[in-house]
T-cell receptor, first 116, second 117 residues
Framework: AQKVTQAQTEISVVEKEDVTLDCVYE???????LFWYKQPPSGELVFLIR??????QNEISGRYSWNFQKSTSSFNFTITASQVVDSAVYFC?????????????FGGGTRLMVKP | GAVVSQHPSRVICKSGTSVKIECRSL??????MFWYRQFPKKSLMLMAT?????????EQGVEKDKFLINHASLTLSTLTVTSAHPEDSSFYIC?????????????FGPGTRLTVT
């Protein structure tokens, strides 16, 4: 069975602060994909990143960065110099590789509130 | 490209009635569509996997007779909530996987907010 845990249910920061959203996963698969999605108040899911289990390189995209550590089964997401527009619910998700079982297992989500 | 639409975006219905939600892939053909349900301030839970031309596969605990899923074409899947009750009120989100795309690529619709009074 697959499981994704986002221990932080809500985080509140002041604009320009850095913030890290934690994600820990469990899977018996040796190969898998990890994702982060953003869900603003409108409800639509916005894809942020996909990482496959082969690639443990950290990634940076503008103010966003991701730290994948297979040894601790974690895939943490950091927003640098947060902005009010970053306020949303962020979901970490896991899926299997291959054609079967591409459904996503989502974590419980972390609600990020960035105050001006 | 890779746009998925859902209709309606919001629906309010009376208890006991049925509601149909459509999920369309607008610019690609989708072999597989997924239906998720999200309660307020909760995560997305997979309800079922729908493959074009075959019966949907439901997740454990999801009543197939209550949540009817039809995937009659490569661009359309529908979810019908039958005899809706207030506890069915939720945000329903579909996603679609393209025929020609990588297996991990799923494109999400904007969601349908269902309120049963």
């Amino acid at each position: 069975a697959q499981k994704v845990t986002q221990a932080q249910t809500e985080i509140s920061v002041v604009e320009k602060e850095d913030v890290t959203l934690d994600c820990v996963y469990e899977t018996r698969d040796t190969t898998y994909y990890l994702f982060w999605y953003k869900q603003p108040p409108s409800g639509e899911l916005v894809f942020l990143i996909r990482r496959n289990s082969f690639d443990e390189q950290n990634e940076i995209s503008g103010r966003y960065s991701w730290n994948f550590q297979k040894s601790t089964s974690s895939f943490n997401f950091t927003i640098t110099a947060s902005q009010v527009v970053d306020s949303a619910v962020y979901f970490c998700a896991l899926s299997r590789m291959g054609n079967a079982g591409n459904m996503l297992t989502f974590g419980g989500g972390t609600r990020l509130m960035v105050k001006p | 490209g890779a746009v998925v639409s859902q209709h309606p975006s919001r629906v309010i219905c009376k208890s006991g009635t049925s509601v149909k939600i459509e999920c369309r892939s607008l610019d690609f053909q989708a072999t597989t569509m997924f239906w998720y349900r999200q309660f307020p301030k909760k995560s997305l839970m997979l309800m079922a996997t729908s493959n074009e031309g075959s019966k949907a596969t439901y997740e454990q605990g999801v009543e197939k007779d209550k949540f009817l899923i039809n995937h009659a074409s490569l661009t359309l899947s529908t979810l019908t909530v039958t005899s809706a009750h207030p506890e069915d009120s939720s945000f329903y989100i579909c996603s679609a996987r393209a025929i020609s795309g990588a297996p991990y690529e799923q494109y999400f619709g904007p969601g349908t907010r269902l309120t049963v009074t």
